[in-house]
Nanobody, 114 residues
């Protein structure tokens, strides 16, 4: 399983970005996919996760502002981020687990200016 995150950039506070996580392989539809982020000097934290069946969970800090979704036809998971805050500045990674192995995509930088 290979994951590739994209869509990061520089945005002003209050703005929006949409991240994409494209996955290779024919098993995408059965994978739970998560978005994590890591800010400088901080531990990596879970932002949102979507199950193979479409159930979602969010960190309290992003509830009501971020939306995770998936398009199995495109092997892609999205993270729509609205009302961005400077505290959202981090490198964002997508992640999955399959057959007791963990897979991480290369991160994409999100910078929110105040």
């Amino acid at each position: 399983v290979q994951l590739q995150a994209s869509g990061g950039g520089l945005v002003q506070a209050g703005g929006s970005l949409r991240l994409s996580c494209a996955a290779s392989g024919s098993i995408f539809s059965i994978l739970d996919i998560g978005w994590y982020r890591q800010a400088p000097g901080k531990q990596r934290e879970l932002v949102a996760v979507i199950s193979s069946g479409g159930s979602t969970n969010y960190a309290d800090s992003v509830k009501g502002r971020f939306t995770i979704s998936r398009d199995n036809a495109k092997n892609t998971v999205y993270l729509q981020m609205n009302s961005l805050e400077p505290e959202d500045t981090a490198v964002y990674y997508c992640h999955t687990r399959f057959a007791d192995r963990y897979y991480w995509g290369r991160g994409t930088q999100v910078t929110v200016s105040s």
